[in-house]
Every structure is written in C-alpha cells, then in structure tokens.
C-alpha cells in the first residue's frame, strides 16, 4: 500500500511537470486531430446526393419470379434482370425474428448511432495497432447498404465515402426504411438478393414464416454469401448462426428459452425442384397467351400460383417424350400436350415441346399455342350446328359419294382418308368414322358462314379470314388453330355447351407481394362480331367477355351437345374405319375424335371425360410432313396415354344419362336413319331430340318387290307361280343411284320384265325419274373478277336405265347432255335447272344463284 503511494504521488508530480511544460496545448491539438475527421466527414456528407434507388424502394429494381403449381409446390423461378433471385417486401411483412437476428449479427447499436459508429471504429483501430491486422470491422448496416447501392473501392478515400453517405442516409430515411432497404438489397448468396429470396430459396418459405434458427442462419449470409452458401455444406453456417444466437441472448434480442430450443434446432435446407418447371406454360402465362382472363404478367409480378399439378405435368412430360422418340422413324420430332379440368377451365398439364433446350429440333416452340390444320377435329361442331339449324339428327342420312364443288379457282371434290365412298351413311357413322365428303355436304348445306360463325363464337380467334377463303373445306379443318382453343372447345361439349376460358393463373402477387385482382387484363381476346347462331351467345362479345372475367357463356345447344358426346363416345360407331382395340378405346368412358391435315403434317386428338378434357397435337414445328402417320397412329396413342394419366387425377364418371323429357331412343331403320317397316332388315336405337321424333318419318328405302326370277327386273302380272320371288330390295334417291350401282346393293329394278308384256316393260322404263346431282338446291357460286374468260360450272344427271336424249333445261334453255353431264356458262342470278330424257320422268327443278 506504501509502495502504491509513492508510485501515484511520483505520477501527479510527472503530469504537472509536463502540463506545466505545454501539456494543454498538446491535449488541444490531439482532440482537434480527433473531431477534425468527423466535422470533415459530416460536411461531406451534406454534400453527398442520396442516391434515387432508396427514395423509389420497391420501384427501383427488378424482381425474380417464383413459379408454383396449384399446391403450391415451386416449380422454378425466373431471376430478375440482373441474373438474381430478387423479390420486395415490406419489413412490417418479415416477421420481427429476422430483424432481431440481423442487429445482432451486424449492428447491435443500430438503433443509437448516425450511420457510423464511432466506438466500433475506435475498437477496430485499437485492435489494428496492438495486434497489426484486421481483427473486427466497423462497418455498420447502414455501411454496409451505402457499399451496395454504390459500390466503391477498398481503399481509404473508398471507406470516407461509404462513411458519408452512410450518414447521408442516416439523415434522410428512418431507421426502420433504412433496415427495410438492407433486408431487400443485400446479396444473401451467390444470385440471391434480398431475405425473402433467401429464405424462399433456402428455407421454400417466406420470412415471417421462419423459426429463430433459422433466420439467425439467414442472418449470417450478408458477412460472406459464398463462404456461408448452405448449397456448398451447412457446417460453417452452423456454426456462425449458433455464435449470433448467443449474441441474441447477450444483448437481450432473445430469452435463454428461445435461444435454447434455436440452438437444438438442426438445420435443414430445402431441396431444389427438378427439371424445367412447364417452361412453355411460364412463357404463355406472363405473355398473357394461356389466361386472357388475367392478361399479361410479365414485369407485374413476384410470384405466380399456376392452376397446373405438378404430378400430372411430370407424367405428361415423360409421355410426350416416350411418343416422340417411338415415332422417330416416321420422321416425328415434335408433340405437345395439354389438359382442362372442365368445371372450371383449369389447365392441369401443359406441354408445349418434348424438350425446350432442345435447339435442333426447335424445342422453343410452344405447340400448345402454334398455329396448325386441326383435320378432322372440327366436325363435331359443324354436325352439332347442322342438327341446330337444319334439323339434322343422329339418324339422318347424309350421301358419301362423289361430290364436286365448284370454286374461284377452280372445283373441290373430297375425298375420304381410307379413298373409297361409303354411300348413304347416318350421321353418327359419318362423325364417329371422320368420313369426309358427308362432313363437307353438310358444311355447303348449311354454307361457309355459318360454320365459321360458330367457331369463333367457340373461341377459334384465330380464324380470322373471310368465310370465302376457307369455303366449305373450312370442315375438314381447312384453316389453323391453337391446340389451347381445340381443348376449350371440346371441353364445351363435355359442358354440355356453355364456354369457358383456359384459365392458367390460380393467384399471381406484385413486385411488392400484395394479391393481384385477376380479370382486369386485355385478354387479348375476341375482335370477332359474328353470332353463335339462335338460342345461343354472341360469338366475338361472348367470348370475349368470358375470356376476360371467366364467366360461362352457353354457346351450343345443350340437346345437341350431349348427342354429339354419345357419338364420340361410342366404340361400335366408329367400327368402320378404326375397327376393334384400337388406341382410342380406353378403360372408361371417354369421347375421342382425331384429325389428320393435309399432307400428313399435323396430327391431332381429343378427348374428354365429364372431369378433364386432353388435346394432343404430333407434327414438327418446321412443318415438314410425317410419314404416312395418322391422327390415331400418331397422336392417338399420346391421347391414351395422356387421359388415363389424367383419369388417376381426376376419376371419371359415366356420362351423365340423357334427359328423357328432352332426348328419346327410337328405333330406326339401320339403312335409311328412318322407322323401320316390316321389310326394314336391320334396325338399331337412336338418340333424337324429342322435337324432332314426330318429322323422322317412316322408312323409303326398303321394299318388297315381286321379281321375275329369269330376267332379274320386276314381275308384272304375266309372271306367276315359280317364275316370281318376292325379295327385300333397296331404293335410292338420284345422287345415290350410282354409288349403289357400282357397290352391287339389292336395288330394286323400276323396269318391268319383257316376258311379263310389252305394254308394262315400257311402264317400267317410265317409272324411273332423272335426277340433278349438281349442283345441289340453293348452291351458290361466286365469280371470280380477275378471271377474264368464261367461267363455267358442270351440271351433272343421274340417268335411269332405258332413258334417251337426255338434256338440261336452265331456265327454259336446253343444253344437250348425251353424258348425263353439261356445261353452264355462269350469269349473274337465280337459275332453275331440271335434267329431262325419253323414256324417263323429268327431275325436281334445282335453284341455284350466281353472284359476282
């Protein structure tokens, strides 16, 4: 104790010697030398500008967009323009445990200084002198945001300046927009920037859904975003993120309750997701091509929940691939696929390309939007609208024969997929088996108007020329479509008419995470005016409203929609041309119609369970044909594929029974879709609206005939006993007669046989009449302007057996037709036509018009 005295009474005698000597001046000038910096850093301060980012916030930069499926399952993200993940939000938002994390991480005494600490820059001094290196930094969070929004160099001018606009900031935003801006633009890790990219990346959820544990790990990025990467291990993570829960318990940002269970708490990363997350359907989303419902996404958005299940979308995929790959020798390089939900429009699957990086075989393209020939996808819809206005039914008769339709150019005369006419075929057996010529009777009997009306009026936007460019052939899928609208469209009919929009988008949120109100876009949807047709919605303001708020809109007849779907859905049916077990028969009941374009370049199939309807398309996107591939060898088995996938989804049911108050099974004759007689030899059950039960009629076409048994023709009164056979034979109206001829059926003879008398073989020979194939009643021809020669149409007859000189009268002219055939010089007008011969009974007059 003695020794302490003397020391301290030999220390005051030192330091009044050395005060006397010029100690005060001495200590004036060390504290000048120790405010001089920081008056200096304050003045430079002022004038440092604040830069504009941090005044804008949210505005000031691009967001990263994170793709989900319906569950909510992230199948990508789409980095923001700088090549980060990126997304804004709110601090009030965060939660309050990544905030306390980060202050201890960082800054414990944010909340007291000016944007520089003075006491950690003095420590970090201290320590620089007594141990010659860097120990600890003294860079504040408001340092360390000044250094992101304007990078500078490591050098001393370089940390002056990040000090001066860290009291810049200080000065100008409050402590909380100050932490705000930290959170949302400080990197996290290698390509994230922000917290709420990091813990949506390392944590798949958001920040104020993290535990303590967790968001002292986040916590612990900003110090070094590559050394602390959880992708590149999770020990060094661990560790500093326990040494910052301690820290939280020090400076009381946590109780020892709450820091105990974090540090027990394991650390586990989540997964990455796999593959491409619907690269085509991302695409189509933010342009606004899949959902005119909710309009273009791009640039408006952080996160988009797709109506697609992840599941199913894997499944298709795979599929897609295995189809292409086992067409590969038919020269098939590309398919797409996609899936509706029908009660609400969802798209559940799409597949645009069997592979998006695929470059060489053009995988960028999206098939599911591409325009291409659907075949003979379209008829069910030109049927559907024939039984509407022209009082067609499933047993009505329509003439499979050769059939020659004078155009512009030229003439067009279809022809069926297997090459051969079918003669007369019911309805149901001319949609259920694709035949051609039927499809495009009735397309000219109800005209190339009409049929276009109704498909704009079912979404075909894209059929935009004038019903003269596509003509009847508009039938047999004679102008190009998205495979998107060929689902919607049938989804129609598994409706039971009404139309709804492909809807892709379940929730999409802004850059700044608040709830985008969907239904407000531009929908880029109808500019068509024309109309569905009596009874039904307005075809360019139906659907486009519908297509922008979502909202059913009847468009086909609900009576004939569900007889459509029992044709499509009715294997015995389509018999004919695709025989037994073929790839469209499936373990359930499914409507199925395929379509193949001219030249074998396009392919498509749909189907639709009451639950989902499934469109595929096969081709290749630069158009090249295939190899002899057909809409059911080619897309057909993708189709199967494809709906059973989508059944273990969503399982179907039966169709639902038809409504007897409205529908009714009667029986008809197989041959002439009319009741059968006592003669009729086949018969069956047909569906018919109950309106149109009364109009069927009874059966024309069969009847007993008394037949000469040597001669073959018919037994007059002069054949008795043995000689005379009574036999079912077939009857035929004049443009059947010779199909029925060359085919070999049982027609029966009009001519009576000679061995019966002489007076009642000439009988006979009169009973048979003429008849005018071409053109058909109320045809009507255009003329071509720019043709400067004659233009002509060929008037063609059926002539009976026996007749002489026949002849046309047009309008009271005679044209001679020795052929049964002659040419017609068009005029302007209405005209009437009848084919005459000796021998024979004049036909019914046929009106036609000519218009130039």
Avoid at 154 to 180: C, F, N, Q, T, Y
Avoid at 211 to 234: F, H, I, K, N
Wanted: proline share 6%; glycine share 12%.
């Amino acid at each position: 104790m003695g020794r302490l005295t003397r020391v301290g009474a030999v220390l005051s005698r030192t330091l009044s010697a050395w005060w006397a000597r010029g100690g005060r001046r001495a200590l004036k000038i060390a504290g000048a030398v120790l405010v001089l910096p920081w008056v200096l850093l304050v003045v430079l301060a002022v004038f440092t500008p604040l830069p504009p980012e941090l005044v804008r916030g949210p505005e000031s930069g691009e967001v990263s967009v994170v793709i989900r499926d319906r569950h909510g399952v992230m199948l990508r993200e789409l980095r923001a323009g700088d090549g980060t993940r990126a997304r804004w939000v709110p601090l009030a938002a965060m939660g309050e445990r990544i905030q306390r994390a980060l202050l201890a991480a960082e800054d414990r005494r944010f909340a007291w200084h000016p944007g520089v600490d003075p006491a950690a820059v003095l420590r970090a001094f201290g320590q620089l002198c007594v141990e010659g290196r860097v120990v600890s930094g003294a860079s504040t969070l408001t340092q360390q945001l000044a250094r992101t929004v304007r990078p500078r160099p490591r050098s001393v001018v370089g940390k002056i300046g990040e000090m001066a606009l860290a009291l810049r900031i200080e000065a100008s935003l409050s402590k909380r927009e100050i932490l705000e801006q930290y959170l949302n633009r400080v990197v996290f890790g290698p390509g994230v920037r922000g917290v709420e990219a990091a813990s949506r990346f390392t944590f798949d959820k958001g920040t104020a859904e993290l535990s303590l544990a967790e968001a002292a790990a986040l916590a612990a990025m900003p110090r070094g975003p590559v050394l602390y990467d959880p992708q590149r291990g999770t020990e060094r993570l661990l560790r500093r993120r326990d040494r910052i829960l301690r820290r939280m318990l020090d400076g009381g940002l946590a109780s020892e309750a709450e820091v105990a269970g974090a540090l027990a708490e394991p650390l586990r990363v989540a997964g990455r997701g796999g593959g491409l997350g619907a690269p085509h359907l991302v695409e189509a989303v933010l342009s606004g091509a899949a959902d005119r419902r909710a309009g273009a996404l791009r640039g408006k958005v952080s996160e988009v929940t797709l109506t697609l299940d992840r599941g199913l979308q894997r499944e298709v995929e795979v599929l897609t691939q295995e189809a292409v790959r086992s067409l590969g020798s038919r020269a098939v390089t590309a398919a797409a696929v996609v899936v509706l939900e029908n009660a609400t429009g969802e798209i559940l699957a799409y597949v645009g390309a069997p592979d998006a990086e695929d470059e060489a075989r053009l995988g960028h393209n999206d098939g599911v939007l591409a325009l291409r020939q659907p075949g003979s996808a379209l008829k069910p819809f030109v049927y559907g609208l024939a039984m509407e206005r022209l009082g067609y039914t499933a047993a009505t008769v329509l003439p499979d024969v050769a059939l020659e339709l004078p155009l512009a150019e030229g003439s067009y005369a279809p022809r069926n997929y297997d090459g051969r006419f079918h003669g007369p075929v019911r309805l149901r057996e001319a949609l259920a088996n694709s035949y051609n010529v039927p499809a495009v009777w009735a397309a000219a009997a109800l005209g190339p108007e009409r049929v276009l009306e109704r498909l704009r009026a079912l979404g075909f936007l894209t059929l935009d020329r004038e019903a003269t460019h596509y003509g009847v052939a508009i039938a047999l899928g004679d102008g190009e479509v998205r495979l998107l609208d060929l689902a919607a469209a049938y989804a129609v009919l598994a409706r039971g008419g009404t139309y709804l929009p492909p809807r892709a988008v379940r929730e999409a949120r802004d850059r700044q995470g608040a709830a985008l109100v969907l239904g407000e876009g531009d929908g880029g949807a109808a500019k068509g005016t024309a109309t569905a047709g009596e009874g039904t919605a307005t075809a360019g303001e139906g659907t486009a409203a519908a297509g922008v708020r979502g909202k059913p809109v009847r468009v086909l007849d609900a009576v004939r929609a569900r007889i459509v779907t029992d044709i499509l859905a009715d294997p015995q049916a389509r018999l004919g041309a695709f025989g037994e077990e073929n790839v469209l028969e499936l373990p359930f009941a499914a409507a199925v119609k395929t379509g193949t374009s001219k030249g074998f370049r396009d392919n498509v199939a749909v189907g639709y369970t009451p639950e989902v309807t499934v469109a595929v398309w096969v081709g290749n996107f630069d158009g090249s044909p295939m190899v002899g591939v057909s809409g059911v060898t080619g897309a057909g088995p993708l189709l199967h594929g494809a709906m059973v996938a989508a059944a273990r989804l969503r399982p179907p049911h039966a169709f639902e029974p038809v409504d007897p108050a409205a529908i009714v099974e009667v029986e008809i004759c197989s041959l002439s879709g009319k009741r059968p007689t006592a003669v009729c030899p086949h018969r069956r059950g047909e569906l018919l609206p109950r309106e149109e039960v009364e109009a069927l009629g009874s059966c024309d076409m069969h009847e007993e005939v008394l037949i000469d048994r040597q001669t073959g023709l018919r037994a007059g009164p002069l054949c008795r006993g043995d000689a005379v056979e009574a036999r079912v034979m077939e009857r035929y109206e004049a443009r059947l007669a010779g199909w029925a001829r060359a085919a070999g059926r049982p027609v029966a003879p009009e001519e009576m046989s000679p061995r019966c008398g002489e007076e009642a073989a000439q009988e006979g020979a009169r009973r048979e009449a003429m008849g005018v194939v071409f053109p058909v009643e109320g045809a009507r021809f255009v003329m071509d302007a720019s043709v400067a020669s004659v233009q002509a149409i060929r008037l063609r007859a059926s002539v009976p057996r026996g007749a002489r000189r026949p002849r046309f009268v047009v309008d009271g002219q005679v044209l001679a037709a020795p052929e049964g055939w002659a040419d017609y010089a068009l005029k302007p007008g209405a005209h009437r036509v009848r084919a005459e011969a000796e021998g024979a009974r004049p036909s019914e007059e046929v009106g036609f018009s000519v218009e130039e």
